[in-house]
């Protein structure tokens, strides 16, 4: 898988196919401005195809969880991954109760992009 990097004010996006790979910057506050942010972005790249989004806990970062609300309802998005290894940024149990989509928790990168390509392949043996 070749990834493509693009830099955004508050993070780093990695995009391959239908997964999108985000890495947010030290310190940040995700808002719903963020979020709609790389909503749009997601939009752009992959038009009305499926993603599976898998965010890098790499920094120590605050989520407001009502941002979920709206990543819900973004039709394309068929799942949602968290990739940590330290125990504050796998609070992510809590996130899970906010979004309405397939939601794992991953302490390796590798292992949440084959679970991302399985979600895939799922999404299009229903079609």
Not at 90 to 108: C, G, M, V, Y
Request: glycine share 2%; charged share 20%.
């Amino acid at each position: 898988m070749n990834f493509t990097k693009t830099k955004l004010s508050f993070c780093t996006l990695s995009v391959s196919d239908n997964i999108m790979i985000a890495e947010v910057n030290e310190g940040v506050v995700f808002n719903q401005d963020k979020s709609d942010e790389i909503i749009y972005f997601s939009s752009v790249v992959f038009k009305n195809n499926p993603f599976v989004y898998i965010t890098n806990r790499v920094n120590s970062y605050a989520v407001d969880p009502t941002i979920y609300k709206g990543v819900s309802q973004v039709e394309t998005l068929k799942g949602f991954a968290v990739v940590s290894t330290t125990l504050a940024a796998r609070n992510a149990e809590i996130e899970r109760l906010f979004l309405n989509k397939p939601f794992e928790i991953f302490s390796d990168i590798e292992d949440a992009k084959l679970w991302a390509i399985q979600i895939l392949n799922k999404t299009i043996e229903l079609k």
